[in-house]
């Protein structure tokens, strides 16, 4: 491979479907170009990153993924399955995978490669000598040379997680040997870097313990281009919700959330307009478009989420509770490790509209979840200090960790 291209950047992002990786890496992007890098930003999703990247000279390219649909007939457990699912199963399907990768970065010839749930990325890159820099919330960036965590919130069936482990690094090695290169042991060998930026506070990391030098980092300052969210400014308290039509109780949480005596801003992103309008009143209010979050979180009262590990940090930096109602495993785990903090409560299945509105109302006026949500941003404030841009930016030059 020719001599890396100085100042150049590639993001990668390959798994996950939140908007927040497109949020995370368009503010990258940002800053680097401020200190005179030029990026380039592999996105599994280009159809919503536009708007993100507005006004960069940053270059987008489509990122290598998986299309095939594999299912299970079980939650996904942790890390391993993620990749069966995406690609792992079969070592041509892998090599197609990294073959694609690797041809990325040939073209594009970076100096630093920051990678965002991007662990097919990382295995192209895995004898790659450039600057590496890993970025994400923590549950998917295992610590070498560790074996991965379950994600299951209770930790049962450990036994799979290490089988499920173990076929996918054999189909790993197989296709490194394809190519003529040297196995791994464990997932977590990919996850070799420079500097590692977890994006959480280490209460919600799942591999905490296990960090010896990672920067944390929870400040990500992205989303100022948005349109700001607008509250009635009466006296009632403020209820922020970010949620998406896929939860099985959607309905449900648009009329809780209607119900309740506050003043309610709902965010659902690529939603039909039909599901919120019937309850559009002088006291709710809705987008189905991104908007500035941060703020309107500083501002609110509450905060209702699925336990994405970005919105519920923003939320608690700005000394906001938050309410979980999660889809995915992961953000069980968050929804946990609000209760155990005391700073949010978790509801894992919904039995009725009264149920939530009830909650609701009761969050609002628990004075201790307040008290609680404020001394945790006051303790985690130097982790929001500066912007995640300025922390990465300042790595991609720093001596190596």
């Given at each position: 491979?020719?001599?890396?291209?100085?100042?150049?950047?590639?993001?990668?992002?390959?798994?996950?479907?939140?908007?927040?990786?497109?949020?995370?890496?368009?503010?990258?992007?940002?800053?680097?170009?401020?200190?005179?890098?030029?990026?380039?930003?592999?996105?599994?999703?280009?159809?919503?990153?536009?708007?993100?990247?507005?006004?960069?000279?940053?270059?987008?390219?489509?990122?290598?993924?998986?299309?095939?649909?594999?299912?299970?007939?079980?939650?996904?457990?942790?890390?391993?399955?993620?990749?069966?699912?995406?690609?792992?199963?079969?070592?041509?399907?892998?090599?197609?995978?990294?073959?694609?990768?690797?041809?990325?970065?040939?073209?594009?010839?970076?100096?630093?490669?920051?990678?965002?749930?991007?662990?097919?990325?990382?295995?192209?890159?895995?004898?790659?000598?450039?600057?590496?820099?890993?970025?994400?919330?923590?549950?998917?960036?295992?610590?070498?040379?560790?074996?991965?965590?379950?994600?299951?919130?209770?930790?049962?069936?450990?036994?799979?997680?290490?089988?499920?482990?173990?076929?996918?690094?054999?189909?790993?090695?197989?296709?490194?040997?394809?190519?003529?290169?040297?196995?791994?042991?464990?997932?977590?060998?990919?996850?070799?870097?420079?500097?590692?930026?977890?994006?959480?506070?280490?209460?919600?990391?799942?591999?905490?313990?296990?960090?010896?030098?990672?920067?944390?980092?929870?400040?990500e300052g992205g989303g100022s281009h948005h349109p700001p969210?607008?509250?009635?400014?009466?006296?009632?308290?403020?209820?922020?919700?970010?949620?998406?039509?896929?939860?099985?109780?959607?309905?449900?949480?648009?009329?809780?959330?209607?119900?309740?005596?506050?003043?309610?801003?709902?965010?659902?992103?690529?939603?039909?307009?039909?599901?919120?309008?019937?309850?559009?009143?002088?006291?709710?209010?809705?987008?189905?478009?991104?908007?500035?979050?941060?703020?309107?979180?500083?501002?609110?009262?509450?905060?209702?989420?699925?336990?994405?590990?970005?919105?519920?940090?923003?939320?608690?930096?700005?000394?906001?509770?938050?309410?979980?109602?999660?889809?995915?495993?992961?953000?069980?785990?968050?929804?946990?490790?609000?209760?155990?903090?005391?700073?949010?409560?978790?509801?894992?299945?919904?039995?009725?509209?009264?149920?939530?509105?009830?909650?609701?109302?009761?969050?609002?006026?628990?004075?201790?979840?307040?008290?609680?949500?404020?001394?945790?941003?006051?303790?985690?404030?130097?982790?929001?200090?500066?912007?995640?841009?300025?922390?990465?930016?300042?790595?991609?030059?720093?001596?190596?960790?």
């Amino acid at each position: 491979m020719t001599k890396a291209t100085a100042n150049t950047v590639l993001c990668a992002w390959e798994l996950g479907g939140q908007l927040g990786h497109i949020a995370r890496l368009s503010h990258l992007t940002q800053t680097l170009e401020q200190r005179g890098y030029q990026c380039f930003a592999a996105l599994r999703d280009l159809s919503r990153a536009l708007p993100f990247f507005h006004g960069q000279q940053t270059r987008l390219l489509q990122a290598p993924v998986w299309l095939p649909k594999v299912t299970t007939q079980r939650p996904i457990q942790s890390l391993a399955d993620m990749l069966l699912l995406s690609g792992y199963l079969q070592t041509d399907d892998l090599l197609a995978l990294m073959q694609a990768w690797r041809n990325l970065l040939a073209l594009v010839n970076p100096e630093v490669l920051i990678y965002d749930y991007s662990p097919t990325a990382a295995l192209a890159a895995l004898y790659h000598q450039r600057r590496k820099i890993l970025v994400g919330p923590g549950f998917a960036q295992p610590v070498p040379p560790h074996p991965l965590r379950n994600w299951h919130p209770h930790g049962l069936y450990p036994e799979r997680v290490t089988q499920q482990e173990q076929r996918v690094v054999t189909t790993i090695n197989q296709a490194l040997a394809r190519l003529g290169q040297p196995g791994i042991a464990r997932i977590s060998d990919l996850f070799v870097a420079h500097h590692t930026v977890i994006t959480t506070a280490p209460e919600f990391d799942l591999y905490a313990d296990l960090r010896l030098d990672a920067v944390y980092h929870c400040g990500e300052g992205g989303g100022s281009h948005h349109p700001p969210v607008r509250f009635s400014g009466d006296s009632r308290p403020r209820i922020l919700a970010y949620l998406k039509p896929g939860h099985p109780r959607f309905q449900w949480l648009l009329e809780a959330l209607a119900q309740v005596r506050a003043d309610v801003f709902v965010v659902c992103p690529r939603a039909n307009p039909a599901q919120l309008e019937p309850l559009v009143s002088e006291h709710f209010g809705f987008s189905v478009q991104p908007v500035n979050l941060q703020t309107a979180m500083a501002a609110a009262d509450l905060f209702v989420g699925h336990g994405n590990a970005g919105t519920t940090q923003e939320s608690l930096l700005a000394g906001t509770p938050v309410l979980a109602l999660p889809i995915q495993l992961e953000q069980l785990l968050v929804g946990q490790t609000l209760e155990q903090l005391g700073v949010g409560r978790l509801v894992q299945q919904p039995e009725s509209v009264s149920q939530l509105s009830g909650l609701l109302e009761h969050m609002l006026a628990d004075h201790g979840l307040q008290q609680n949500s404020q001394r945790f941003a006051a303790q985690h404030r130097a982790l929001g200090q500066g912007s995640l841009g300025d922390k990465v930016a300042d790595l991609c030059s720093a001596p190596s960790g």
